[in-house]
């Protein structure tokens, strides 16, 4: 069952997060490794300054998916390099979404993390999964979202990421568009870390909307100075984003 969601005046006690990201290492995402590489290091140290707890899971895929770590504690993610991310191959999306939701729901059921966010990143649309079909993953996704209060955003290059969102069961609004290119890349990954934060920060297992102007602002503060606020500061704050 999902859990009941907080007030949007409502702020929580830091808890645990499961963050789970599908990451594209397709040939087509060479143009822009040294980008992807550094924005996902970015991401992932940004998500270990927060408060409370937070487990990550890691999976690369290309025609295959390999699991780079499996709810590890964040701070225990190593970074990518060009020795780890190396793109080549074909796009087996919906395989990689699927055992990462294998993986994910394993965690779910033996340890009830508060919050549970899935990052899917990709320039291109399916075209290798072998085990997995569309109409497979956007049950999961809904089944998901309804029973168990997951939540999902997708980030692609190259495609109508809203569509394409849309047709695997993503909720409306969790969905952004980016160019394939080294900036744009690094602007995306910054955009969804700040996101994260604020997602974390209300404490919600799902939160009203992702990727406003108000999530952002509420993400981009300093984690250090976030802790550093009274509570009446940061109910303030967690207001604002939740209108």
Not at 134 to 146: A, E, F, L, V
Request: charged share 25%; glycine share 10%; proline share 2%.
């Amino acid at each position: 069952m999902a859990r009941k969601a907080r007030s949007s005046g409502e702020t929580a006690k830091a808890g645990t997060i499961l963050i789970s990201f599908v990451l594209d290492k397709s040939g087509s995402m060479d143009m822009i490794r040294d980008a992807t590489i550094s924005g996902f290091n970015e991401f992932k140290n940004d998500q270990r300054r927060e408060e409370g707890e937070a487990f990550f899971t890691l999976t690369l895929f290309d025609t295959q998916c390999e699991p780079i770590c499996r709810a590890v504690p964040v701070r225990e993610v190593p970074d990518l390099t060009h020795a780890t991310y190396r793109p080549g191959g074909m796009t087996a999306l919906y395989d990689a979404i699927g055992l990462t939701m294998r993986l994910t729901d394993d965690f779910y059921a033996a340890n009830h993390p508060d919050q549970v966010l899935f990052v899917i990143m990709t320039d291109g649309e399916e075209n290798a999964s072998r085990e997995f079909r569309r109409d497979g993953i956007s049950q999961m996704i809904c089944d998901r979202q309804k029973l168990a209060g997951y939540e999902f955003i997708y980030l692609g290059a190259n495609q109508d990421s809203y569509a394409v969102g849309q047709g695997i069961g993503l909720r409306e609004g969790r969905m952004l568009d980016f160019s394939a290119s080294p900036e744009a890349a690094r602007t995306t990954l910054r955009r969804a870390s700040q996101n994260v934060s604020a997602h974390r920060r209300l404490g919600r297992s799902q939160s009203e909307t992702f990727f406003t102007e108000a999530m952002e602002d509420l993400g981009a503060i300093d984690a250090g100075d976030w802790q550093a606020m009274s509570e009446e500061d940061k109910r303030r704050h967690g207001g604002a984003s939740g209108s």
